[in-house]
């Protein structure tokens, strides 16, 4: 009998082919077994796909990651990490180029970029990560790229306005789609075993200074997901200092300058935290032992008047700053 199977599940396959550690095999396994359709002619198959996954959760819970060297795996760095995620061409070195320091290779020919280039965005008195990839295609994606857009906090798509905007979007949707990368009601940040899934996504037009006329309202109006977009263009350095302020609020983190008590807060580096965090969060990202001693904390900043004592559960803002005081 005949296994009729769906060109989902044919996606499903390829990003397991595709796929460099196991925890990204097991995703891809996991989503063949769900999409195969149920008759008898697909049992075989069935049954050989969950042999190979049950072996694959052997290895994961045995040891954590491989001993080989990943090059799509980028080590996190500053206050958040972003990676560009576009076709061939569509300007995403240029956009790193731009903004930060990295050596990115900007060419005008396609696939010149070969693996992940990270550079450091400066916003205000913090950095964020920027990541350079190489291309995706309809048919050509790098076996372990999927890796660095499963790691990272945010996934930025690139397109050219000045080309095929609706083919650019098809091949970055279909991307994320075809590997549970956007987070929706069937994909959530994390899986039951808070192993990273889902990721925020929003969209970066490029090449404004010779985009084609209504390109961007023609991809906002044809886009069906509700992304944020953004224009800029490399070239000319327009919306560049909007994008940077953008990368932070879209990180949705708050700065924290600490005070040490008697002492003038330090203004130059501050500790980046998730919105939401408290005066506790704090002191266990400062120090995970001292934290367990907190006795007080004094703050400066929004909806406090200054030097108030506040409790280890008040939720701190952008910008607070905080004297803590240990026992
Ligand atoms: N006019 C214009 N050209 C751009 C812009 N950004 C990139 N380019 C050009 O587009 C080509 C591809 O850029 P690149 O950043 O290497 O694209 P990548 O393959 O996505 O990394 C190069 O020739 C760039 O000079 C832009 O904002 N405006
Ligand atoms: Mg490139």
Redesign the pocket.
Same mark, same amino acid.
């Given at each position: 009998m005949p296994a009729n199977l769906t060109p989902e599940y044919y996606k499903a396959e390829e990003w397991f082919k595709s796929a460099s550690t196991n925890q990204e095999k097991i995703l891809a396994l996991e989503r063949m077994l769900a999409v195969m359709p149920k008759h008898k002619g697909t049992d075989h198959l069935k049954a050989d796909l969950r042999r190979k996954l049950s072996k694959l959760k052997e290895v994961a819970t045995q040891k954590k990651g491989g001993s080989h060297v990943d090059i799509f795996h980028v080590p996190r760095s500053g206050a958040g990490q972003i990676v560009l995620l +576009?076709t @061939?061409?569509? +300007? =995403?070195? #240029?956009i790193v180029a731009a903004m930060t320091n990295a050596k990115a290779n900007?060419?005008?020919f @396609?696939f010149? !970029?070969s693996s992940p280039v990270p550079g450091m965005v400066t916003f205000e008195d913090i950095q964020i990560q920027l990541v350079d990839m190489p @291309?995706v295609t309809a048919d050509y994606i790098a076996p372990g790229q999927v890796g660095t857009y499963r790691n990272c906090d945010m996934i930025a798509i690139?397109i050219d306005l000045s080309g095929d905007i609706q083919e650019q979007m098809k091949v970055c949707m279909d991307f994320l789609e075809s590997r549970s990368l956007l987070i929706d009601s069937e994909t959530p940040a994390f899986d039951d075993q808070g192993n990273s899934l889902g990721k925020k996504v929003f969209v970066i037009c !490029? =090449?404004a200074?010779?985009a084609k006329d209504g390109a961007l309202e023609k991809l906002k109006k044809t886009c069906e997901r509700n992304f944020e977009f953004i224009e800029i #263009?490399?070239?000319t350095g327009a919306g560049l200092e909007n994008l940077s302020a953008k990368f932070f609020e879209m990180l949705r983190i708050i700065r924290i300058y600490a005070k040490p008590p008697g002492k003038p807060a330090d203004m130059t580096e501050p500790f980046t935290l998730p919105v939401g965090s408290t005066v506790m969060d704090l002191a266990t990202d400062i120090h995970r032992q001292l934290a367990e001693k907190l006795k007080s904390a004094k703050i400066w900043g929004t909806g406090v008047y200054d030097g108030q004592n506040v409790q280890r559960t008040h939720v701190l803002n952008d910008k607070d700053i905080i004297e803590l005081h240990f026992s």
């Open positions: +576009g @061939p061409n569509c +300007g =995403k070195s #240029s900007v060419a005008d @396609p010149a !970029t @291309p690139v !490029t =090449k200074d010779i #263009s490399a070239e």
